[in-house]
């Protein structure tokens, strides 16, 4: 059984991965057709993380309430509807309304996953895992850029990634049964592990503070690129629309192939050793992004940028029980996941209205800050935490 559902979480979270990326492929021709500035892509993006914040934190209530399976499925409806919808979109307004379902869908899916994976399977699965989410955000900008020269291109883009969506699913809603018999047959296990923890205390913790600002980077790094490398690459470096949306799916295809190296990586190096490297990587990235070389360097400093933010994020949550302690781990993970949702909901927009002033070859100089930021939090929490690995 356990096997069978493993497959259908990886499944899952393909669904994860494929809206993430697409608004940023496609806002280069949005903006253009709904007659609005720029910029106004991360107002978008802020909703759509609002919302996963607002999931993520009420995700433990329903998943106790209704269990991981229906959460999952509900969860996933709700981003295909919001998908299908963005065709009938008329202005603005409504892509912002459509990206709460979005949002509030994103955020279960991600948050169920996880503790889910995190509680019954081996810790190589969790960069696995993430492995797929990565196949969702590459496919995204894919299907995408095959329908930006047509006429109302982005609309059908999102109408095909609603449709793969609703496949999923149906194909969630065929699993209840399984779930349902999982989850019945552990109830003890459910009972005796409730225990609260002052979020005041969890904050006083050694390294705990650090710990958080590197989810913060993290999360803004990799979201800031994935949404505005299209854009820098359009307006800096003269690229079209299509051929930066292709680039940025290879950005996406380097967390994606980074990821599941990552998983044969962790047998070998333990997760600080995983997290320092993939954060020297990105800092490699951003400096090729940031040379004033030919496009060709650009198109490698993303993937570069890719392969660096596979290992880390993974990395970071299977470290936390090691950082602070198996029974202080659960509480500390919900704060590092809200922590990380909110450096995804400002710093994007913050990018864009800095963009504005100083244009899009700031990104590099912007990337490179926040990478380095992350990579002395690193060391900050290696200091001062004992690990066990």
């Known amino acids: ?94 892509i912002c309304l459509l990206g709460i379902p979005l949002g509030l869908g994103a955020g279960a899916v991600d948050s169920a996953l996880n503790n889910f994976v995190a509680n019954h399977y081996e810790a190589k699965h969790m960069n696995w895992l993430h492995c797929f989410w990565g196949i969702g955000a590459t496919c995204g900008p894919f299907i995408m850029s095959f329908y930006l020269l047509k006429e109302n291109g982005w609309r059908n883009g999102y109408v095909t990634i609603g449709v793969i969506q609703a496949i999923l699913v149906v194909a969630l809603f065929l699993s209840l049964p399984l779930w349902k018999r999982f989850e019945d047959s552990n109830k003890e296990e459910k009972e005796n592990k409730v225990s609260y923890i002052n979020v005041g205390t969890l904050l006083k913790l050694p390294g705990a503070k650090p710990a958080l600002i590197s989810f913060l980077c993290y999360c803004a790094i990799e979201l800031t690129t994935g949404l505005w490398a299209s854009s820098f690459l359009v307006f800096n470096n003269g690229l079209s629309s299509e051929l930066a949306a292709k680039w940025v799916s290879l950005y996406y295809l380097g967390i994606t192939v980074g990821r599941f190296l990552a998983g044969f990586l962790s047998m070998k190096l333990n997760n600080k050793q995983m997290i320092r490297l993939g954060q020297i990587i990105c800092v490699c990235g951003a400096v090729l992004l940031m040379i004033p070389l030919s496009n060709n360097f650009k198109l490698l400093g993303l993937i570069l940028i890719g392969l660096g933010c596979a290992p880390i994020y993974p990395a970071m949550l299977h470290e936390t029980p090691n950082r602070f302690g198996k029974d202080l781990s659960q509480g500390i993970m919900g704060i590092q996941m809200a922590t990380a949702y909110i450096g995804s909901t400002i710093v994007p927009p913050l990018f864009g209205m800095l963009s504005k002033l100083s244009g899009f070859g700031i990104l590099p100089v912007f990337l490179l800050v926040f990478i380095i930021v992350m990579l002395v939090s690193s060391e900050m929490i290696n200091k001062v935490c004992k690990h066990n690995n």
């Open 1 to 94: 059984m356990l096997t069978v559902l493993l497959v259908i979480i990886y499944s899952a979270f393909i669904s994860l991965g494929l809206p993430d990326a697409i608004l940023g492929s496609a806002w280069t021709m949005i903006y253009e057709d709904l007659n609005v500035p720029i910029s106004y892509a991360g107002f978008v993006t802020m909703i759509i993380t609002g919302g996963t914040i607002v999931s993520s934190f009420f995700s433990g209530k329903m998943i106790k309430k209704f269990g991981t399976g229906k959460v999952t499925t509900f969860s996933v409806f709700l981003t295909a509807m919001g998908l299908l919808g963005v065709y009938f979109a008329p202005d603005f307004i409504w």
